[in-house]
C-alpha cells in the first residue's frame, strides 16, 4: 500500500510539471479542473430546479397511486 503523503508530494508534482507546460496532458487536466471550479459556482437556472420540482411531485403522485392499487 502506498503511503497518501507521498501520493500527495507526486501528484504537487505533477501539478507543477503541468503549469510549467512541460506535461501537455496535466495541463490540459488542470485546465479542464479550472473550468469545472468555474461551473461549478455558476447558480442552477430556476427553469431548472421548476423541472426537478415537477418530476418530483410526479414521482410522489406515484408513489401514492401505486400504494393506493396495492392496497385494493
Known amino acids: 500500500?502506498?503511503?497518501?503523503?507521498?501520493?500527495r508530494s507526486a501528484k504537487?508534482?505533477?501539478?507543477a510539471k503541468a503549469e510549467s507546460g512541460l506535461d501537455p496532458n496535466g495541463?490540459?487536466?488542470?485546465?479542464?479542473?479550472?473550468?469545472y471550479r468555474t461551473i461549478e459556482q455558476e447558480p442552477?437556472?430556476?427553469l431548472f430546479i421548476d423541472l426537478l420540482q415537477k418530476l418530483?411531485?410526479?414521482e410522489a403522485h406515484t408513489r401514492v397511486d401505486e400504494t393506493l392499487s396495492s392496497k385494493a
Not at 500500500?1 to 501520493?7: H, L
Not at 504537487?12 to 501539478?15: A, F, K, M, S, T
Request: avoid cysteine; hydrophobic fraction near 35%.
Open 56 to 58: 418530483d411531485d410526479a
Open 27 to 35: 495541463l490540459i487536466g488542470s485546465k479542464l479542473k479550472a473550468l
Open 44 to 46: 442552477v437556472p430556476d
Open 1 to 7: 500500500m502506498e503511503d497518501p503523503v507521498d501520493e
Open 12 to 15: 504537487e508534482g505533477g501539478r
